[in-house]
């Protein structure tokens, strides 16, 4: 009940940016699959680096993790308030990380995608320390996600209702605090006084509704989390299902 109070409160934060409305966690749709390729060597790194540590924003707005040339290219559109995101990170990161990215033939991108009123306060602060954070603390972020919604289902009528009735502006960093998501990333090295400049860049959250809504219209995206491979939806699913893709395009 409390959950559901809050979620109808806050919708207003993403009513004017996000006209596509909300979207759907676990997406099923498939709309493409990896050609067969022969497998692919492994691809070395420059002197004194790995492929796993070398993360950059890219012009999408993303955050590509491994080799920038890389021939299988893994792009995830996720939120951060997904539960299905969570259960595939827990499932696939280390794997991912280790295996095919430091192999220098698949390269990571995520791209957050506003699924919920959770996800705009969420991203901004996962995005408001350094380019090489990002992906680190999203991840983190995934497996703290069940303390989020304790939280907020911890929180009494009363305070949610006062969230609704803040001026929009101040609502995203009021969601931020009542969920913990401020003390989740200031233990995380996001001091308070940095979030709460980075939670009131309106700039920032426009940019984060915009790129759900190239997501959208770009690649049917409706639900999190999605997958393309080398620019072909494969639609949401498992790990293992993942792993398979990419190795039938030739990471093996």
């Known amino acids: 009940m409390t959950r559901n109070r809050f979620r109808q409160l806050v919708l207003g934060v993403l009513a004017a940016p996000l006209a596509l409305g909300l979207a ?4 099923k749709a498939e709309d493409g699959a990896p050609k067969s390729s022969e497998p692919i060597a492994k691809i070395a790194p420059p002197a004194g680096k790995s492929w796993q540590d070398m993360i950059e924003k890219t012009a ?14 893994l792009i995830e559109y996720g939120a951060l308030s997904c539960s299905h995101c969570a259960e595939f990170a827990k499932e696939s990161f280390e794997k ?9 033939r698949v390269s990571y991108e995520l791209r957050y995608f506003m699924l919920n009123p959770y996800d705009v306060p969420a991203s901004l602060l996962a995005t408001c320390g350094s380019t090489e954070a990002v992906i680190p603390l999203s991840e983190q972020f995934w497996a703290w996600q069940p303390n989020m919604f304790e939280n907020v289902q911890s929180v009494g009528d009363a305070k949610l209702q006062a969230i609704g009735d803040l001026p929009k502006e101040k609502q995203i960093a009021a969601i931020a605090d ?3 998501m401020i003390d989740f990333f200031s233990s995380r090295g996001i001091a308070r006084d940095q979030a709460k400049a980075c939670l009131s860049d309106t700039a920032r959250a426009k940019a984060l509704a915009e790129q759900t809504e190239r997501a959208s219209s770009e690649f049917n995206v409706t639900g999190t989390p999605t997958f393309i491979i080398n620019g ?3 639609g949401s699913m498992g790990w293992d299902e993942l792993e398979a893709k990419l190795q039938q395009a030739g990471a093996r």
Do not use: H, T
């Open 232 to 234: 072909s939806s494969v």
């Open 178 to 180: 009542v969920s913990g």
């Open 24 to 27: 759907a966690c676990d997406n």
């Open 96 to 104: 991912l990380r280790d295996d095919y990215v430091a192999s220098g």
């Open 60 to 73: 999408e707005g993303g955050y590509r993790m491994g080799n920038p040339e890389a021939p299988i290219k």
